[in-house]
């Protein structure tokens, strides 16, 4: 990949950012996480250029890729959520004397800027919640005292001591002290092909010229129209007038069904959905015995088209001859599976709202919630919590929670992604990952909008 475009990942997870980089065309040639099973997963799916450390330990020039400064094209990051409270801006923008033993996630995003300030990309690309759009902080000073290791001090305008201005506002405010014109854009993983509701929030930079990707130009899919809502799968057209699918029609598919990323696209699909997602997996179930606990070969042939893609089937072989793996379902108690039940498709209570004879946890204690995910819409947000219990995440026919498999769909993430095959690291890596295909749009408009011009 010579000629590809090169970038680096940091906080790299389990690398659905970087897949979906590389399925956009670039060489993601280092990538760092402090977290071992994060790191075994992406070297067993990208290869042997990630490192384990934690980021603030390292130094950009000793322990980074050898890319000379002003040579990469593009630093990728998605830095642990930011729980930023009252804080003073220098304090926020200091990296001295900061602790191992803090729960600094408010700063880590710093240490992005950091490998960004050394490497000099033509690019950058930082994902975080879109929660992050109301977090306030408090002035308790004038300038921001020595923002980053390097760069001027930034004059605080219109800020006067004692006021609450967004975190955004010096998050941007930090880029350009670097040399970087930089905005914010939030977008939903499902106008973007993904089956699940996933706000998030970019922030996007170059380092030279202005204009930065509008990200909604890139959109393939959308809200469905009212006759569309009662179609609950997109079935594939080959499948539709004939007797069933046969490996003859499986043949004949195109190898990358889901449609390209193109800026301002003649047309959107309509959202991906649970059923186009998952339904064509053997069903499973918690006790064991019928059906098993766990699936390990298909049992039916694709059915949707996003089925058909996130199967990834070579050319030289059939799908029942293909091994499934982490789709192994949780164990429940009956009174768990019996409130499954009791629950609609797309149906939620939060703890608190189910009778004291249905009560499970204690409300005053626990704020979850069941959900049931909707199979004709798609999935709500897919979050680490899942490896905790998967009351938000009940599969929409089966009464159970949805197994790593399934969530790793609704993720984008294809068939052949392996994963640990325990569940609870599975999860959470799963949960916690930037969805690739997210991820492969966001590539796109880079490349498009900076880097190829």
Known sequence: MDSAMSAIDLFCGAGGLSEGLQRAGYDVRWAVDHDESAVETYRENHGDHVL???????????????????????????????????????????????????????????????????????????????????????????????????????????????EEIPITEIILEEMDSIGYSANWMKVDSADFGVPQHRERLFFIGRREGRDLPDLKRWQTHREPVEREKDQPMDVRSELKDRGGPTQE????????????????????????????????????????????????????????????????IPEDEDWDDLPLRNHAARWHNHLDLSIYKLLGHGVGWNIGQVSTELQPYRDDVFSDKYKKQNPARPASTILAHIQKDGHMFIHPTEARSLSPREAARLQSFRDTYWFPESRTPAYRLIGNAVPPRLGEAVGVAIRETILDN
């Open 52 to 162: 384990q450390a934690d980021i603030r330990d390292t130094d950009p020039a000793v322990d980074g890729p050898d890319i000379a400064p002003g040579e990469l094209d593009l630093v990728a990051a998605g830095p642990p959520c930011p729980s930023f409270s009252t804080i003073g801006r220098s304090k926020l923008g200091s990296l001295d004397d900061r602790s191992l033993d803090e729960d600094d996630r408010n700063t880590l995003y710093l240490d992005f800027l950091r490998y960004v300030d050394h490497f000099q990309p033509r690019a950058f690309v930082m994902e975080n919640v879109s929660g992050m759009l109301t977090d306030m902080v408090t002035v308790e000073s004038d300038t921001v005292q020595e923002s980053l290791p390097v760069g001027p001090k930034q004059e605080t305008e219109g800020s006067p001591v004692g």
């Open 249 to 312: 029609t499986l043949d004949t598919v195109d190898s990358d069904p889901l449609p390209d990323f193109e800026r301002d696209p003649e047309s959107r699909q309509p959202y991906l959905t649970v059923a186009d997602a998952i339904l064509d997996l053997p069903p499973i179930s918690p006790d064991g015995e019928m059906p098993p606990n766990q699936a390990t070969e298909y049992t039916l042939p694709p059915v949707s088209t996003y089925q058909e893609w996130v199967r990834n």
